[in-house]
Structure formats: structure tokens, C-alpha cells
């Protein structure tokens, strides 16, 4: 598990409590005129992705006691326990993994002395392959017509992750496929989501199963409707994504 230490408690904490008093009367504009240098010296670049931090009223002193609290809080430790496969996660007691799905190299990342990227690389060509033939028209509903809104379930960090990413990817939408977030478990959410666009392509629902699906969950609400409306092949509509305690 992770070490317990309480940032604001540390002396790196006072420190920067000391700090931001002198700094909070300085004016952005006169940092940038200090320093001519500022934006290179406080932006990083990773192929086409650029992390400009010069704007915020920061000095070097601000970044070396910032790196003093990492250091207090034992933060290195903690990134190489998450790195290693530990069970991190004190509350579901598993592995936090997230690394894991971006680990394009394939070096291994084990849990209980097993490498997990065998099953992250099955996954990952599962969603590539579920893309294709949406994207392509090969994915499509009982009727035989091409899927044309997508309905996304999920709540807290199952509806915010997916909505941010659909919306940062907004310069390579398909205008011929819309999307939709549900993220209220009242049943009228999803009805009236459904509603408003008269029929529905597909549905993704992206959820946690702690136990059978409750009936208050948008998910329940949204099986009642596909049943209720007497299409008999309505597996062509739906693609789940969960995640089960006990799983990775």
C-alpha cells in the first residue's frame, strides 16, 4: 500500500506556504519580462503534444520545493509501486493499471508474478477491431441499416473520461455517426436521449458490476426499453464494456 504522509503537514508544505505569500503580488506579465526564456524554460513538448505552464505564476524556486513535497510524500515510491503491478488500490484492493493500457512498448508489467500485457494487447485489438466496423458501416443494427448515434452510458469517471477524449477528438469526428452521454441513473435520462433521436444505432455501456445490475441503473432502464420495444435481435445495438471486482 501507499505510505500515508498528510502533504499538508510537511515542512515542504510550509515552505511553499512561505512562498506563495511573496509570489501572489508579482504579475504574470512582469515574470514574462524577468525572463525572456519563460515559455521555453516552463513548457515541454512530446511530439505533438505541448504542456504550456509558463502562464501560471510560478518561479524555478516555485518548481524545486514542489519537487521537495513529491519527495516528502514519497511519491517516486508510490509511482514505482503503481509501475510494478502492487495492489495500490486500497479500497478495491488491486492494481492500479492504467499504465499498463498505455504501455505501447510491451514491456511486461506483472500482477502476482503474471505479465498482464498478453490480455491488455487482446483487448486493445477487440476495441480496434469494434472501431473498424463501426466506423466502416459493417456494424449494424437489426434493421440492416449503418449505426448512426452512439449512446454512451456511464457515471462519475466512466461518463467524464469518455466525453473529455470524444470531445479533444472533435477535429476527427465522422459526421455521419453522433454521440451521446448518459450519465443520470433516473430512467429518464436514457429515455429521453432515445427519444429525441426517434431510433439508435448503438448503445456502449461502460460500467462497474459490484452485483447484478440494480434497477435504478441507466443500464436496467435502457435493457426494459430494448425489450419493450419487441426487437427480437437487439445484440446488433449493444457493445458493454465492465469491469467485475476481482478483475484487472
Known amino acids: ?16 506556504k512561505a512562498h506563495h505569500r511573496e509570489l501572489k503580488k508579482v504579475h504574470l506579465a512582469d515574470l514574462f519580462r524577468r525572463d525572456p526564456r519563460r515559455f521555453s524554460r516552463f513548457s515541454i513538448r512530446f511530439e505533438d503534444l505541448l ?86 458501416g459493417q456494424w449494424k443494427g437489426y434493421t440492416g441499416r449503418r449505426i448512426s448515434d452512439l449512446v454512451h452510458i456511464g457515471i462519475g469517471g466512466a461518463n467524464l473520461g469518455p466525453s ?32 429525441r433521436r426517434g431510433s439508435f444505432g448503438l448503445v456502449a455501456g461502460i460500467t462497474l458490476l459490484w452485483s447484478p445490475i440494480p434497477r435504478d441503473d441507466p443500464l436496467h432502464r435502457l435493457l426494459e426499453i430494448l425489450y419493450d420495444s419487441g426487437n427480437s435481435d437487439q445484440c446488433h445495438h449493444g457493445q458493454e464494456v465492465v469491469s467485475r471486482r476481482g478483475q484487472g
Not at 2 to 13: G, Q
Not at 90 to 119: F, Q, Y
Not at 164 to 188: C, I, K, Q
Request: hydrophobic share 40%; glycine share 6%.
Open 1 to 16: 500500500m501507499l505510505a500515508r504522509v498528510d502533504p499538508t503537514r510537511t515542512r515542504a508544505w510550509q515552505r511553499l
Open 164 to 195: 473529455m477524449v470524444t470531445e479533444a477528438l472533435r477535429p476527427y469526428w465522422r459526421t455521419e455517426l453522433r454521440t451521446h452521454f448518459v450519465s443520470n441513473v433516473d430512467g429518464s435520462h436514457i429515455a429521453e436521449t432515445l427519444q
Open 51 to 136: 504542456i504550456d505552464y509558463s502562464k501560471n505564476r510560478i518561479t524555478a524556486e516555485t518548481l524545486r520545493l514542489l519537487f521537495g513535497l513529491a519527495k516528502e510524500c514519497r511519491l517516486k515510491e508510490a509511482i514505482e509501486k503503481m509501475f510494478t503491478g502492487e495492489r495500490i488500490n486500497e479500497t478495491e484492493g488491486r492494481a492500479v493499471l492504467h499504465v499498463a493500457l498505455r504501455n505501447r512498448s510491451n514491456w511486461p508489467i506483472c500482477v502476482d508474478g503474471k505479465d498482464v500485457m498478453g490480455e491488455v494487447d487482446a483487448v486493445l485489438a477487440r476495441m480496434e477491431s469494434f472501431s473498424e466496423r463501426l466506423l466502416g
